[in-house]
C-alpha cells in the first residue's frame, strides 16, 4: 500500500508563502503521492484531504492515477481554487498507466495556467477535452482509454466533471449521495427504461464503458455544481473502491473519524478486504470551513 502524506497547518505568517510538500508521482511505479492540508487565515474556504491509490490483491500494476491543485496563497485561492482529480486507465487497452497519467497531467497543466477567475464549470469543461486530446493523440497507435473524475472548489462551491465510471460522492450527515452518472452501457440502458436498476446493477455490461477520454477525437463530460458546507466529504474514487463498497459503507467509513488520512486508508482496506480484484483509489476532501458568496454581473460578493 502506498504511503500517504498530509501537510500541517501553517501558522498565518508562513501559509502565505509556503509550498505543498511534493507533486503526485507515477502510481504504476510504486511512488508516494502526498497529500496535504491548506488553510489561510483570510480565507473562509478551509479543506482538508488525503489521497491514496492501492493496486489491489490481484493486479501487479496500478492503472489508476490521482493529483491535486492547491493554492499557495489567499489570492490563489479566491481566483482559481482548489482542483482534485482521479483516472482509471481502461482494462483491456494497452498503457492504461499512461492513458490514466497523461489525463491527470493535462487537467492539473491546466487549472494552473487558467484565467483569474474564471468560471468553473466551463473551465472543467474545457480541461476534460484538452484531456482527451492528449489522451487520443498519445493513443493514437495503441488505442488506450482512461476515465476521468474531476472536483473543483472555490468560496462555497464544488464543480464536478466526469467520463467513465469514475465517481464522486457527497457524504453529508452520514448519507453518501452519488454525485456522478456512471457512463456504462448498462447505466445508459436504464437511463431509457430498458433495464431497471437492479438488472443494471447485475448485468454483464456494467462494466463496459459507454464513454471514455481518448477512444474519439471528441468527448462530451458531465459538469455538475454544488453548494458545500462545513463538514461535508467529497469522495473521488475509481471503480475499484465503489465496486466493493456500497453507498452506505462509504458513508459510515467516512463519517466515523474526522481524520481524512485514515479515512481513505480504511476505505482502501475495506475495498480490498471485500474484493481486491482491481485497483482502488480513494480522494478524501473534507470541508472544514466555506466563504459564502453570491454573485452580481458575473462577480462574486461576500454574503454575511
Known amino acids: 500500500m502506498f504511503e500517504v502524506y498530509r501537510g500541517q497547518r501553517l501558522p498565518p505568517q508562513q501559509a502565505q508563502n509556503r509550498r505543498m510538500l511534493g507533486a503526485p508521482v507515477d502510481v504504476a511505479r510504486g511512488g508516494p503521492i502526498p497529500a496535504a492540508h491548506k488553510a489561510f487565515d483570510d480565507v473562509m474556504l478551509e479543506i482538508d484531504f488525503a489521497e491514496l491509490s492501492d493496486p489491489g490483491r490481484q493486479r501487479a500494476e496500478n492503472e489508476d492515477y490521482l493529483g491535486h491543485v492547491a493554492p499557495d496563497t489567499s489570492e490563489q485561492a479566491r481566483s482559481h481554487g482548489w482542483l482534485f482529480a482521479v483516472a482509471d486507465g481502461v482494462g483491456g487497452h494497452e498503457k492504461g498507466e499512461v492513458a490514466s497519467r497523461t489525463a491527470i497531467e493535462a487537467v492539473l497543466e491546466g487549472f494552473r495556467e487558467a484565467s483569474r477567475g474564471e468560471p468553473l464549470s466551463g473551465l472543467l469543461e474545457k480541461l476534460v477535452r484538452r484531456a482527451n486530446t492528449r489522451v487520443f493523440d498519445a493513443g493514437m497507435n495503441s488505442g488506450m482509454a482512461t476515465t476521468l473524475v474531476a472536483c473543483a472548489l472555490r468560496y462555497d462551491r464544488a ?15 452520514r448519507t453518501a449521495t452519488l454525485l456522478t452518472r456512471d ?6 440502458h436504464a437511463r431509457l427504461g430498458l433495464l431497471s436498476a437492479d438488472e443494471a446493477a447485475e448485468a454483464e455490461t ?9 477512444t474519439e477525437l471528441s468527448v462530451n463530460a458531465e459538469v455538475n455544481e454544488h453548494q458545500v458546507v462545513p463538514g461535508d466529504v467529497l469522495l473521488l474514487c475509481s471503480d475499484g473502491l465503489h465496486g466493493a463498497l456500497s453507498a452506505g459503507e462509504i458513508a459510515g467509513v467516512v463519517s466515523e473519524t474526522s481524520d481524512v488520512e485514515l479515512a481513505a486508508r480504511r476505505l482502501v482496506e475495506l475495498a480490498n478486504k471485500n474484493d481486491g480484484s482491481d485497483n482502488v483509489t480513494a480522494l478524501v476532501v473534507r470541508v472544514q470551513n466555506v466563504e459564502r458568496v453570491g454573485m452580481y454581473r458575473g462577480r462574486p460578493y461576500k454574503l454575511r
Not at 206 to 214: A, M
Open 159 to 173: 464543480v464536478v466533471a466526469h467520463v467513465g465510471d469514475s465517481r464522486c460522492y457527497l457524504i453529508r450527515q
Open 183 to 188: 457512463h456504462t452501457i448498462a447505466n445508459e
Open 206 to 214: 456494467r462494466h463496459i464503458l459507454s464513454r471514455s477520454l481518448g
